[in-house]
C-alpha cells in the first residue's frame, strides 16, 4: 500500500472534526469542500453510504464519515461540510462536522498507527500526527476506499 | 513519446483507408476498367504506406508498396484486374488489417507478408514476361557494348529526372590494366574522377567490393554529368593502370521500357505517358481528391471530450432553471426575457452537442459487402448485397456495438438463408440471392432491417428442432402459433442449422445477438415466410446518452422509469389490489397483473400523515413478463441524460443509474428488469 500522498519531507494537511477529534488528509487528495446539499438516498447500500450528489454534472457517492468509522453519527448542522476527494481514479464524497483549517506537518511529527491505540480501527489509520499540543488523525483513504467491495456484497 | 501522439490518428486514419481500400476492390471487382476507382485504391494505399513508414512500421509499408507495384500496372493497363490479382489484393487488405490491429495492441505482429511480398512480386514480373534486368536497357541498340546493369526503380527515376534537368546519365565502364597492383586505389580514383563529374549513382560492383578489391578487372558506374562523353573519357584515361573506358549514354528514358509486361515484350518502344507525369498528375488528382473529401469531412474528437461537453451543457441547463426560478421569484422582467433568450440558446445547444456524438450507420455497414462476398464465394452462393440508408445516424456508442449482432444476421442470412443457385433456379427464383442491409428512422428509433430472399423459417422444423433439444415440450410446441414459434429462435442453444458450418449454426448466434441488442435499448423480431425469405427488424434508440423516462414519485424520493419499458399507467385504489398465493396482483382488462409496491421495494422512508386515496401503477414488461409499479405519483415525462453511478456504487441491482434533474438534484433510474424478478 503505497502512500505517496504523505511521502515527501512535510505534508499539507486539510484538518476537519469529527465529534471532538481531530483528522487530517493530505491536501493533494482533496478536489474540493462543498457545504451540505441535497443528498439522493441510493437504496440497498450500507447506512455509511449517504446517496449521491451532483457535483457540476457528474455523478459521485458521498458517504458519512463517522458512519463509516462507527462512531456516533449527529445531526447536519451549518457547519457539516462534504470534502470531495480523489481515491484511486474514483471522486467520492465524505461528510464532516467541520473544516478547521489547512495546515503543514513535517513527517517526522507522524506516529505510525500500529502503536495508537483509538476508536477508530487502525487499518483505515494512516498515523497520528502531532503538532503543539493537538494530536491529528491521518486516515488511510485507500483502505476506505476498499468500501467499494464491501458494498457489493451487501 | 513524440510518436505516441500520432498513433491514433495514423490508426484511424488507417482503417479508414482500408475501409476504402475494401469497398474499391469490390467495385474494381465487378467493374475491372474503372480507372477512378483504381486511383482511388491506388490512393489509399498509398497514404498507408506513407503513413506508416513515417511512423516506423516497415512491414506494412513494405505491404503497400509492393500492392502499389501492381497497382501502378493495372493502372497503366498493364495487366487486366483479374479475380487472381484481386484475391491477392483482398488478401492484402486483409493482412494489412492484421497488421493494423497488432500496432493498435501493441503486439508483436506474427503476421509473415513475405509470402505475399513474393506473390505480388511474382504477379507483377511473372505477368510480366521479362524481367527487369533488362529494364532500361537503356543500351543504345547500336551500342558495341551490352549494358550489364539492372537499375531498378529508384534509379530509373533519378536517370529520368536528370534527363529532364538536361543532363545525361552515363554507363561508364572502367577496364583496369592486367597486373594492376593496386586495383582498389584506381578505382577509388576512378571513382573520385567521376564524382567531381557528376553523380555517381550506382556501381557494380558495389562500391564496397571495389574498396575491398573484390571485383575482377572490371567495373561499371551510372553516372550522371552535364559533360560530354569524350570529357568524361579523357578524364578517367587520365588516370594510371586503366586499360579501357567505355561511355555508353542512356537512352532517353520512357519508362514504359521498363519491361514488367507482357506487352511490352512485342512492342519494347511501347509510349505510355512518362512515369514522372504520370506520378506528378496522380499526385495532382489525389491532392485535389484530398481537398474534396475533407471539405465534407469532419474533425476527430476523443468522444470522452463530448461526454465532457454534454455535461458541461447539462450543468448550463441546470443553472438555467436556477436563474428561472430566481426570475419568478423576484419578477424581473429584464431577467425573465434574457431567461428565455438563454433558454433558447441552450436548447439548441444541447441539441447540437448531441448531435455531434451522432455517427452516419454506414460506419458499421462498410465492412459488410467484404464479408458478403467473402462468405457467399465460400458457401458457393451467389449474393447480391443491398445497403440502403448508411446515412442514417445513431449515437457513437450504440454503432460501437452493432457491428457484432449484425456480422451475425447477416451470416445466418447467407448461411441458411439464401440458397445455392441450383435450388434457387429449381424454385423459380433468381439464382442470385438478394440480402437487403437498411437503416432508416422511425419516431425516435432506428431501425435496421437485414432482408433476405432465401428460403424462409419453417416453423415446423423450428418445434422440431425445439422438442428435440428440450427446449420446449411437445404440448406447449403444439400450442405456438407461428410467431411464437419464430421466436424460438432466440432461445440459448438453438441451431436450425442442419450442418454446422464453420460460419453460423453453433446455436450461439440469435441468442447473442438478441441479447446484445436488448443490452443496447433495442428489440429484434422476426417475420418470416417460407421460400419468400425472412426478415430481421432491429429497432434501437437513437442514443444511448440520452433517454425518454417517466419520472415518479415515491414519498420524498423521485425516480425515473425509462419510457422503453413502459405499456400503460393507470390509477386505481387500494380495493382493486387481490392477492394470489401471498403476492399482490391487479386485474387489467382481464389479465392478471403482479404489483410491486416500490416504495418497500427501495426502502424507500415513510413520511408522516402521507396517505393516498388513489395509487398510481406504471405498468412495465421486460421480454414477455410484465409487471405494475405502485408509485405516489407521476411527475411526467422527460428527456433524461443517463449517467453512471460510478464504481463504488456499482452492481446494485435495481438502479440502473442516475439523472440529474432540472434542479440539479440526482434522481436514480430504475432497472425494471431486475425490479420486475
Known sequence: MSNNAYSSDQVQLVVFKLGKEEYGISILQVQEIKRMTDITRVP??????????????????????????????????????????????????????????????????????????????????????????????????????????????? | MEIN?????????????????????????????????????FRSAHTIKGMSATMGFTTVAELTHEMENILDMLR??????????????????????????????????????????STLQALASGQAGFEAAATLAAVAEDSPVQSMLALDEVDTKIIYTAQNQGMQAYEVIVSLKEGCLLKSARAYMVMRTLEELGEVI????????????NFDLKFQVVLISDREPDKIRDAVMSISEVEKTDILPYAKITL???????????????????????????AVQSALADKKIKSGQSVRVDIERL???????????????????????????????????????????????????????????????????????????????IIQGEETELDRTVIDELGDPLVHLLRNAIDHGIETPAERQAKGKNPVGEIKLIARHEGNNVIILVEDDGRGINPDVIKRKAVDKQLITQAEADKMDSSEVVNLLFLPGFSTAETITDVSGRGVGMDAVKTKIEALGGMVDIETKINEGSKFKIRLPLTLAIIQALLVKVHAEIYAIPLSSIDSTINITPADIKTIQNQEVILLRGQIIPIIRLAEKLGVPQIPNDTHEELFVVIVHMGSQRAGIIVDTLIGQQEIVIKSLGKLLAGIKVIAGATILGNGQVALILDVGSIIQ
Open chain 2, 256 to 282: 514504359d521500357k521498363k519491361p514488367r509486361l507482357g506487352i511490352a515484350e512485342s512492342k519494347p518502344k511501347l509510349t505510355a505517358e512518362p512515369p514522372k507525369e504520370n506520378i506528378e498528375h496522380s
Open chain 1, 44 to 154: 440497498h447500500t450500507p447506512d455509511y453510504i449517504k446517496g449521491v450528489i451532483n457535483l457540476r454534472g457528474s455523478v459521485l457517492p458521498v458517504v458519512d464519515l463517522k458512519k463509516r468509522l462507527n462512531m456516533n453519527a449527529g445531526e447536519y448542522n451549518d457547519n457539516t461540510r462534504i470534502i470531495i476527494v480523489k481515491i484511486e481514479e474514483i471522486f467520492i464524497g465524505m461528510i464532516v462536522d467541520a473544516v478547521s483549517e489547512v495546515l503543514t506537518l513535517p513527517v517526522n511529527n507522524i506516529e505510525p498507527a500500529q502503536t495508537v491505540v483509538g476508536g477508530v480501527s487502525a487499518t483505515y489509520l494512516y498515523g497520528v500526527g502531532k503538532l503543539d499540543n493537538r494530536l491529528i488523525i491521518l486516515l488511510n483513504l485507500e483502505a476506505l476506499a476498499g468500501l467499494g467491495q464491501e458494498t457489493r456484497a451487501g
Open chain 2, 76 to 117: 497503366k493497363a498493364q495487366i487486366k484486374a483479374d479475380h487472381i490479382i484481386i484475391d491477392v489484393l483482398f488478401k492484402c487488405v486483409d493482412t494489412l488489417e492484421q497488421l493494423v490491429e497488432c500496432i493498435t495492441n501493441n503486439q508483436e505482429c506474427s503476421e509473415d507478408i513475405r509470402p505475399l511480398v
Open chain 2, 307 to 385: 461526454d465532457t461537453l454534454l455535461n458541461l451543457v447539462g450543468e448550463l441547463v441546470i443553472n438555467k432553471t436556477r436563474l428561472e426560478q430566481i426570475g419568478l421569484t423576484h419578477r424581473l422582467n429584464d431577467l425573465a426575457e434574457t431567461i428565455e433568450l438563454m433558454d433558447r440558446i441552450t436548447t439548441d445547444l444541447q441539441a447540437v452537442v448531441m448531435k455531434v456524438r451522432m455517427v452516419p450507420v454506414g460506419q458499421v455497414f462498410n465492412r459488410f459487402p467484404r464479408m458478403v462476398r467473402d462468405l457467399s464465394r465460400d458457401l458457393k452462393k451467389e449474393v447480391n448485397l
Open chain 2, 5 to 41: 501522439q500520432y498513433m491514433g490518428m495514423f490508426l484511424e486514419e488507417s482503417r479508414e483507408h482500408l475501409q476504402t481500400l475494401n469497398r474499391c476492390l469490390l467495385e474494381l471487382e465487378t467493374q475491372p476498367d474503372n480507372l477512378s476507382v483504381l486511383d482511388e485504391i
Open chain 2, 202 to 213: 550506382k556501381s557494380v560492383p558495389p562500391v564496397e567490393d571495389l574498396e575491398r578489391e
